[in-house]
């Protein structure tokens, strides 16, 4: 539980900081909206990953006030952007379930949204499966008002977790994004036809979707003869801090 001591003052102490990472529309190779991803590096200069802290947060309720502050810092980074003259682009954050089952999720949207002067369906929110056991019913009841306060909801991760079909049609999402784990095997017959069924599910339910952790141009390639909408992924841009993604937009777009 050492970390979990050592996160807490990294949250006092500004350790934390967040890096955005660029979707993009296969169509017309444009950005189209940021994931804005977490991220903790020591005073001494360690990196530690989400994956290792988040569950830990999580598990200590750390998260809701870790959560709220990721989705202010992450508004204030798209407004900047906005005011760059890229007001097309949405920002996706990650809601852990332990967000969505608190019982203060609804205010605190609305508190955030009342900082900002940004409309919410510019607000992706990315949750996984896992809000598919426990309660589930009580989740996409939480899940329909969030989107009745229009935001937009996104499955991430999709294809590794718990979700029937049954429940993904009950779910109030906007979008599927297609777990890595896929894009990185279809380079073979079986891999590409997995890719191909998501993305024909996702048109069959009319949903976007999105392919995740794309790193070389022959996934890109079958994606787009696959009619994937969006693709995010280190052959097109890393997560990358504010001034990095500045320069990336410069050079890119
Ligand atoms: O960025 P990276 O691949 O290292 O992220 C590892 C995991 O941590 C991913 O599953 C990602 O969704 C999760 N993660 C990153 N940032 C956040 C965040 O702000 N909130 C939540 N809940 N999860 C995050
Ligand atoms: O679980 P979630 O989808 O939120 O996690 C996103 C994570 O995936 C981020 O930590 C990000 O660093 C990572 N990621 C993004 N693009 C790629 C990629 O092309 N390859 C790999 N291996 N990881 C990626
Ligand atoms: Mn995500
Ligand atoms: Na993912």
Redesign the pocket.
Known sequence: LDILKRLREAFDQQELFLVF?PKLSLQSGRIVGL?A?LRWRTKQGEFIS??DFIPLAEQSGLIIRLGEWVLRNAIEQLIALRDKGYKDVHMAV?LSVAQLQHPDILHMLTRVMGEFDVPSHFIEL?I?ESIAMGDIVGNIATLNRIKSMGFKLAM??FGTGFSSLNYLQQMPIDCL?I??AFV?TSNSKSGSEIVEMIIQLSKTLGLKVVA????ELEQAELLKSLQCDEV????FA??MPQKDLYDWLDKHQ
Not at 212 to 215: F, K, P, R, Y
């Open positions: 990472q994931e991803l989400p994956a990650n990315e996984t991430d991760d994004k777990d890595r990185q995740e952790g794309v790193e995010q992924g280190f052959y890393r997560p």
